[in-house]
């Protein structure tokens, strides 16, 4: 089963993105800055091998897509 997010990386911001929910390893939130200066809070998920996917729902949130709620 597949969750449904929103991309915040910057070449892809605002872009819907489905990601299968089994495949994540590890989501955390934090405060960034870009290359251009911009803060950005976002919720980072761990897909292995594939990468790091970076998006705008917060933490709990996250969570709970992942536990199926």
């Not at 955390?28 to 950005?40: F, K, L, P, Q």
């Amino acid at each position: 089963m597949y969750i449904k997010l929103t991309n915040s990386s910057p070449m892809h911001k605002g872009q819907p993105i489905a990601i299968k929910r089994d495949l994540v390893v590890t989501a955390h939130a934090s405060t960034i800055v870009r290359e251009d200066g911009t803060i950005d809070t976002v919720t980072f998920l761990f897909v292995p091998p594939h990468g790091t996917w970076e998006v705008t729902e917060d933490y709990e949130t996250v969570v709970e897509l992942l536990n199926g709620e």
